[in-house]
Every structure is written in C-alpha cells, then in structure tokens.
Nanobody, 126 residues
Framework: QVELVESGGGLVQAGTSLRLSCQASRRTFRNYVMGWFRQAPGKEREFVAAIARIGGSTGYADSVKGRFTISRDNDKNTLYLQMNSLKPGDTAVYYC???????????????????WGQGTQVTVSS
C-alpha cells in the first residue's frame, strides 16, 4: 500500500501557473504508474494526466494538452503537475493516484488506479 499527499494548490488568476506535488510514502514509488485526476463542483472526477513508472511515456486529457506537464522524481518519491496558462475551467480539486498494475505504461480511467490522495484545491479566477 502507498499513501499519497498532494500539495501546491491555491487561488490564482487566469493565465498564471501552479505546480502541484504528490508525495508518496513508499520507496517503491517507482513501481507505480501515476496519474492526476480532477473533480470540479457538480461534475464527475476526470482524467488529467498520467506517467509511466520510469517516466518517458505520458498521456494527457485534450483539455490540458500543451498547458500541463506531468513528471516524476523517483528518487524523491514525488509526482508533479506543472500547470501553465490556467483557465477558470481548470478550477477543481486535483487528486494524484497510483496504479499497481503495470501491464501497460499508462492508464486513463479511475478504475485502473488503486490508491488516491486526499486532493488539493485549485481555484482559477478570471
């Protein structure tokens, strides 16, 4: 089992940037496929980005492609999400997630992830 703790959220203006972090509790962090999801008020949780165990392969939702970058530092057991050119539509609670199964390099759906953080709020004002 792995515990995940997100940080870095906040209130920002449209057009600015934020970097989210997700600290994992275990040194086996490198064994997990990692992802970011978000949930806006009144909406279902949606996929944002994912990254393979040793980096390299990444995947993004169309809505964030070209603006967000997912990365990981396996030596620090930390996942990142660099968010640039933020829009009010990016307002949501952001969650990091870990998947034990690594039969594929990345995953795009909630059910494929086994562990979740508590979330961090990102609010983008216009």
């Amino acid at each position: 089992q792995v515990e995940l703790v997100e940080s870095g959220g906040g209130l920002v203006q449209a057009g600015t940037s934020l970097r989210l972090s997700c600290q994992a509790s275990r040194r086996t962090f490198r064994n997990y496929v990692m992802g970011w999801f978000r949930q806006a008020p009144g909406k279902e949780r949606e996929f944002v980005a994912a990254i393979a165990r040793i980096g390299g392969s990444t995947g993004y939702a169309d809505s964030v492609k070209g603006r967000f970058t997912i990365s990981r530092d396996n030596d620090k057991n930390t996942l990142y999400l660099q968010m640039n050119s933020l829009k009010p539509g990016d307002t949501a609670v952001y969650y990091c997630a870990a998947a034990e199964d690594h039969s594929r390099s990345i995953y795009y759906t909630e059910r494929e992830y086994d562990y979740w953080g508590q979330g961090t709020q990102v609010t983008v004002s216009s």
